[in-house]
């Protein structure tokens, strides 16, 4: 009798065991054929059809559907049409939105090393950027958007600032003192210009070029980029070039969405983004050095020498590696990985 029971309570788990097998094979059917289902991607973002943003999501759209082969799709909401730049953010995270292009300043609540760049003089130039952000370093900074259920994709611009004015020429720090200047509104950038003795302060930059004819302020800081898309040279006499901060636009995408999105997706979408965006950034590095020969002919544009400028500016490394526990540690990963880019 002990021996029957036996004999049937092996039978019971063979059989058990062989449904289990079979359920798995369905399980592992129905994740093969997710992967050929096609997926659409809703991206937010304020830019207006002129612009590299507009032209670089269009690019990645291109590259996606090719390379998916006609799977993945993406739709572009631009001009803002879905919000500001605030309101998009919470979208991404409340999971309402599938992805956005967010400025830094937006992002920064939800991922303060992104403040990192407002440091000043923080990249030589632009390959020393590039070889940044780029890298596992530029990934690192950007760590804290999963907390905030954001996932980045890629840094998708990267633009150095430079000061333009109707005064003087800046060549050396007291050329900027009394200085009325238009910058953002973070604190880190208003300590920047205040160190150096000017008066830095924010206005939206669709009211800028009035503000400037007006000599509500003398100057601003931004790229050559933003300087000749506002056609500032017809208000602004002197240009100089001093890559004294580094501004960035990211594309994240929603955890929700990026969770429900097969592994293989997530590769390409990742991938993609990444290869569009290192050629944007190559774009922009390309067009600001077009633009620069252009105004040299209409505005007085210098290159000073900035050791007496990064010498002044000492005292914010200090204070910001005080304010953040990680940031002296940020700091010497970023002076190690930029080095990089002057090896042969």
């Not at 001009?79 to 992805?99: C, K, Y």
């Not at 760049?117 to 950007?142: C, H, M, Q, W």
């Not at 004015?165 to 720090?173: A, G, Y």
Request: net charge negative; aromatic share 8%.
């Amino acid at each position: 009798m002990r021996k029957f029971l036996w004999i049937l309570t092996a039978l019971v788990l063979t059989l058990c065991c062989a449904c289990g097998r079979s359920g798995g094979g369905n399980s592992s059917m129905q994740s093969e054929e997710s992967l050929s289902e096609p997926v659409t991607l809703s991206v937010g973002y304020t830019a207006d059809p002129s612009s590299s943003v507009h032209t670089m999501l269009q690019d990645l759209a291109d590259d996606l559907y090719r390379r998916s082969k006609g799977k993945i799709s993406l739709e572009l909401y631009g001009e803002g049409e879905l919000g500001s730049e605030g309101e998009l953010a919470e979208q991404v995270t409340a999971g309402q939105l599938d992805a956005a292009v967010l400025s830094s300043d937006t992002l920064r609540p939800y991922c303060n090393r992104i403040s990192v760049f407002r440091l000043p003089f923080l990249f030589k130039d632009y390959n020393e950027a590039e070889t940044v952000v780029s890298s596992k370093v530029g990934e690192e900074i950007l760590e804290d958007l999963t907390e905030n259920h954001m996932i980045p994709l890629c840094y998708a611009s990267g633009y150095l600032w430079q000061i333009s004015n109707d005064l003087r020429p800046v060549e050396k720090p007291a050329d900027l003192t009394g200085m009325m200047l238009h910058t953002t509104d973070d604190e880190l950038t208003l300590s920047v210009y205040e160190n150096l003795a000017a008066l830095p302060a924010p206005l939206d930059m669709e009211e800028l070029p009035g503000a400037l004819e007006k000599q509500v302020f003398n100057g601003q800081v931004g790229s050559v980029t933003d300087f000749s898309n506002l056609g500032l040279s017809g208000t602004q006499q002197y240009l100089s070039v001093m890559n004294i901060q580094y501004d960035t636009d990211i594309l994240v995408a929603s955890e929700s969405f990026w969770d429900s999105l097969p592994p293989s997706y997530r590769e390409l979408v990742k991938s993609c983004a990444q290869d569009r965006s290192a050629a944007h950034r190559a774009y922009i590095q390309t067009n600001e050095e077009t633009i620069l020969k252009r105004l040299r002919s209409s505005m007085d544009v210098t290159e000073p020498s900035l050791k007496a400028f990064k010498e002044q500016s000492k005292t914010l490394y200090a204070e910001y590696s005080l304010q953040n526990s990680w940031g002296e540690a940020l700091i010497g990963k970023i002076e190690a990985q930029r080095k990089k880019s002057a090896a042969p």
